[in-house]
């Protein structure tokens, strides 16, 4: 079993930053990939950014070159999520999880970004 609590989130102007963290515990040495969604009200859940074992990352086109991913590579407990030049439709609750056989998720942390 992997637990996953993400943290981070909050109300920041439109051009500001934001980091998530997400930790990790559990059967955390299993895990081969992290990710983050994002859930808009009255929208899909859309897969944000993922980062594997390797450290291999793939981005969103709605956030390539704003955001970041990267994780802990040595205790594969923590995973981040580095958003910059943040807009009014990043607007969402951003959910990490791991992948490990099957995936497991957080509960979720509400971003809003004011115009």
């Known amino acids: 079993q992997v637990q996953l609590v993400e943290s981070g989130g909050g109300l920041v102007q439109a051009g500001g930053s934001l980091r998530l963290t997400c930790a990790a515990s559990g059967s955390t040495s299993s895990i081969n990939a992290f990710g983050w969604y994002r859930q808009a009200p009255g929208k899909q859940r859309e897969l944000v950014a993922s980062?594997?074992?390797?450290?291999?990352?793939?981005y969103a086109d709605s956030v390539k070159g704003r955001f970041t991913i990267s994780r802990d590579n040595a205790e594969n407990t923590l995973v981040y999520l580095q958003m910059d030049s943040l807009k009014p439709e990043d607007t969402a609750v951003y959910y990490c999880?791991?992948?490990?056989?099957?995936?497991?998720w957080g509960q979720g942390t509400q971003v809003t970004v004011s115009s």
């Open positions: 999880y791991a992948r490990r056989l099957i995936l497991y």
């Open positions: 980062i594997s074992v390797g450290g291999s990352a793939n």
